[in-house]
């Protein structure tokens, strides 16, 4: 059996008896090359895959493998990508319909697992098509429009078919926030107190025929004195017995969102840790089990035995009351692929208290979260008791003016005995008719009541919120752009890249992100169009179901993405378009120009303005001819094919070379360090955080006089048996000594309180 993952291997192993070896192809083992685009649009739009480098060793290791096996099962992830890795795997390995064997499953589990080994199938090619097919659109659509934005903006852009929408989207709110201008008005809260000595907030509605919007203090100060003076009476009491209802087990938007909201995770720690938990985690004396279902789904559907385990548990632990009287079913959303059930535990009766001792904090946080999710989903309605009531004021002058009050007590708690989902912040500019009282004292139609307080509370309507990483999820699963599998590879390419940035747990675009976005409108508008992109994920879902030929839906799209192509080229001068690079109060330190701030997939940095512009270069031999057999040999003063700069022949210590005139002529860098506030233990000077190639890490400022350096987060406590400082590992939640002969941790405090 070839799966992907070592981890699930491992799983597996223990599941199956002596006849089978489990291996993994650790992902893919074939795809387009990096170095050219791959496809050949001439020929039908054929994809020229070949083996990934560094992947021989082990291709020739499963080969062996597979020429003395009987049968080979191929039980890569069930989605279209695991189903296209087990056509690849089949073409590279040479195996034939008859040995190889296509199995999935939706959760690793014992019964599973052998269960799927007892019904294989051949490999679905209109899966491996609908995959190919979002290969190809996405391989044309980068390949093709990438070096148009280097040639008209800035080289070593990307762009891409899903992500060019997402930060539109970014984009575009940021342009409302900017455009949205404050509109004042006001509220005034008042507090009573009832008979019975009890205090009642209510809020200022209007008159008895409508309600009132209070624009200006002036008029706020006609209706305070109004009110200072009149005689008040309970007009109107309303009781109301309300059904709150739980919410659905997750699909992976949810669950990323939800993830997000309680959590604090990004969507790619998220998945990282979902995919740990579906592969398989040491139980103890169980062994390896997988704990949760396949964790790419937008279903919310789940099975029959699923459904009955929760029943049981529920009964068991929280008593009939709480299992409503017919279970519950969740209809999935209409673009729905529906191949998997929703997100659940394998098997509620692992329970996240029990197995916290066996699981990292993030794993055991996701866990506890998708298992108090599913177990709600089944459980009973909460039953809240409403009360609201019309407060009226008599004015000396005979008016009658009205506060609106309400409360709420849950008479059931039923799935809130368990869990409550988190809602989504929304701007504070709401003019509520009433204020909420956790109860409302008893009272009755015709009381009176005396005023204790008058509050008058000068607001402004507030702009939409930024984007955060859930919010932005939930936009693009609500406009049907993309699909499981891509939100988390969306966002962490559109942030690496640079188009968007992090502020806070808000998502801004960027100055390059803005920029690109307004030519991608302009020029490449069905491209970018929302309406396309979803239908776009509806072709592909009708080829999976082979209602659609693939070669058919690419050949639509390129005709007209080539003539958008070809137009843009024409109407774009290269000066057209000019980034603004943010001069900084550095200079540098081998020619002496000001730096500006610049932009990597590894964060801002300080850079001398004469650093490359265009990498354009060709090397030559003793003979002067081109090192590189396949590139032309050039002419000087012609166009730079990567730029349109002019092209001049160079010397550099190995001889002479040609380059484009935006070539390097100062590659002076200098990392931007951001300030822990934290002082260094060694010399006291500032800790701030730095990069190591991809790696963060923390070092003195005062480097190379002070050669203080962790891995870890450091904070301004100190080591209880050492002294040295304690540090705070990524995504856990102890605090342990720096100091490498020290094993001292602490629980940190914040992490128990909250």
Request: proline share 5%; glycine share 6%.
């Amino acid at each position: 059996m070839i799966v992907e993952s070592p981890a699930k291997a491992t799983t597996i192993k223990g599941y199956l008896g002596g006849n089978f070896k489990v291996v993994a192809s650790k992902g893919h083992v074939r795809d387009l090359p990096k170095s050219t685009l791959g496809i050949n649009i001439e020929n039908g739009y054929e994809p020229k895959y070949i083996n990934i480098r560094g992947k021989g060793e082990l291709i020739n290791a499963l080969k062996k493998e597979a020429k003395n096996a009987g049968i080979v099962y191929l039980a890569t992830d069930p989605d279209r990508e695991g189903e296209a890795i087990s056509w690849h795997l089949a073409k590279v390995l040479g195996l034939d319909e008859k040995k190889a064997k296509r199995v999935t499953f939706n959760e690793i589990t014992k019964s599973a697992v052998r269960s799927a080994i007892t019904k294989p199938r051949e490999i679905d090619m209109d899966l491996v098509n609908s995959q190919q097919a979002r290969r190809i659109l996405d391989r044309i659509v980068g390949y093709k429009l990438s070096p148009f934005l280097w040639s008209k903006v800035k080289n070593g852009l990307s762009a891409g078919r899903v992500q060019t929408v997402a930060t539109r989207l970014v984009v575009e709110r940021e342009k409302e926030i900017r455009a949205f201008k404050n509109e004042e008005f006001w509220t005034i809260d008042a507090i009573f107190e009832t008979l019975g000595k009890k205090n009642v907030k209510a809020r200022f509605y209007g008159n008895t025929s409508e309600r009132l919007h209070l624009t200006d203090g002036a008029a706020t100060d006609e209706v305070i004195k109004k009110l200072e003076s009149a005689a008040y009476r309970v007009s109107a009491i309303r009781n109301n017995v309300k059904q709150r209802n739980p919410a659905p087990p997750f699909t992976t938007s949810l669950l990323q969102q939800e993830a997000y909201k309680k959590l604090g995770f990004t969507s790619q720690r998220t998945m990282k840790t979902a995919q740990e938990l579906y592969e398989g985690i040491s139980v103890g004396k169980s062994g390896e089990h997988g704990l949760i279902t396949y964790m790419r789904t937008d279903s919310m559907r789940i099975s029959d035995e699923a459904r009955d385990a929760a029943k049981a548990f529920i009964t068991d632990k929280f008593g009939e009351m709480f299992y409503p009287e017919t279970p519950r079913v969740y209809k999935s959303k209409g673009h729905a692929q529906d191949a998997h059930e929703a997100i659940r535990p394998v098997d509620v009766n692992y329970i996240p208290e029990d197995l916290k001792a066996n699981l990292s904090p993030d794993q055991y946080k996701l866990y506890k979260l998708i298992w108090d999710r599913f177990v709600a989903s089944q459980m009973a309605s909460a039953i809240i008791d409403a009360v609201s009531a019309d407060i009226a004021a008599t004015t000396r002058s005979g008016e009658a003016l009205i506060f609106k009050a309400s409360g709420e007590t849950v008479r059931f708690k039923g799935f809130l005995a368990l869990y409550e989902e988190t809602k989504d912040d929304a701007p504070d500019d709401s003019e509520a008719e009433d204020v909420k009282n956790t109860r409302l004292p008893a009272m009755h139609e015709g009381d009176t009541l005396s005023l204790s307080e008058l509050t008058p509370r000068q607001n402004f309507t507030q702009p939409p919120l930024r984007y955060s990483e859930a919010t932005l999820i939930k936009a693009l699963e609500e406009k049907g752009i993309g699909r499981p599998s891509t939100y988390t590879p969306t966002l962490t390419t559109i942030i690496t890249r640079g188009y968007i940035e992090r502020k806070g747990k808000t998502l801004v675009p960027t100055s390059l992100g803005e920029i690109t976005t307004e030519l991608m409108v302009e020029h490449f508008a069905p491209i970018v169009d929302y309406k396309f992109t979803a239908t776009m994920e509806d072709e592909l879902d009708n080829i999976a179901d082979g209602k659609e030929n693939f070669k058919k839906i690419i050949d639509d799209f390129y005709k007209g993405f080539a003539a958008l192509l070809e137009n843009a080229d024409k109407s774009i001068a290269k000066d057209d378009i000019v980034l603004e690079n943010k001069p900084l109060d550095i200079f540098c330190e081998n020619c002496g120009a000001q730096m500006i701030l610049k932009q990597s997939r590894y964060g801002k940095f300080a850079a001398c303005p004469n650093y490359p512009k265009c990498r354009y270069v060709v090397t030559l031999d003793k003979n002067g001819d081109p090192v590189k057999k396949e590139q032309p040999k050039p002419v000087e003063g012609m166009t730079c094919p990567l730029c349109g700069g002019q092209i001049f022949l160079r010397k550099g210590r190995f001889g002479e070379f040609y380059a484009c005139e935006n070539y390097p002529k100062c590659r002076y860098t200098k990392q931007l360090a951001k300030d822990t506030g934290i002082a260094c233990p060694k010399c006291g000077g500032k800790l701030v955080q730095k990069r190591s190639g991809k790696r963060v890490f923390y070092g003195c400022d005062n480097y190379p006089q002070c050669d203080f350096s962790v891995w870890d987060m450091p904070t301004d406590k100190k080591c209880p048996l050492c002294g040295a400082i304690l540090v705070k590992k990524k995504g856990g939640d102890k605090l342990s000594c720096s100091s490498k002969g020290c094993k001292y941790t602490e629980k940190e405090q914040a992490a128990e309180q909250k």
